[in-house]
């Protein structure tokens, strides 16, 4: 098994979760970490105040559940702002995509969507007939291709890269296509394209798919 397999771990489901707006504009940003220091208010209170330049700009929705352990993915585009009122200078400007809609995942199997709906963030999940919608793992790794932004976390990169560094020998799942649901062991890897033996009727036949339409499957746990 690859090292890439061991990393990724268990494979994901993912959601399209509502987060809750401000009153005017749309999802809420704040400025997270950074360097502070020390200054004397008017009344000579020491007080502490951000660095100018320093911290991270975050959406807040998205920020709260990857705290709460969570894999989040909020697709964003980006668009050239002036930096003020004053000044001719842009720079480039992250927005939501979709306003107020995020994908959210957590490992097949759990549940928690008593955790999830708890957060005061969270305003609904996209769903019929009173039941959450599963979106495909195939599109969300594409929009995340399409419109990550570089905004992805080290896990996410690592989600979507698997199919891409897949080796002969792994063991792997297919999440899309007509085999969908089926493991299947990889023989070969040319670029985007892998063949893979499937097992049907005890008997081992070749398959080709694309790299994208699987995830690494892994390893057992060894005590």
Known sequence: MSMMGQVIGQELEWFAVRAKQQQVGGVRTATVGGQFEAYRSRTGAER????????????????????????????????????????????????????????????????RWHELMSHDVVAGVMGTGGRPVQIPARRVMRLMQAWGGGKLSPNLHRYVKAGCDFVPGDKVRVVDGPFEGKEVRVVDVKGASVKALLKILGGDIEVEMCSTSMVAVPPPFVC
């Open 48 to 111: 502490q105040r951000r660095v100018v330049g320093t911290g991270q700009r975050v959406f807040v929705p998205e920020h709260i559940l990857k705290r709460a352990g969570f894999e989040v993915f909020l697709p964003v585009k980006r668009e050239l702002k002036l930096k003020n009122r004053f000044s001719n200078e842009k720079h480039w400007v992250a927005k939501p995509l979709l306003v107020d809609w995020m994908f959210v995942g957590w490992p097949v199997g759990e549940s």
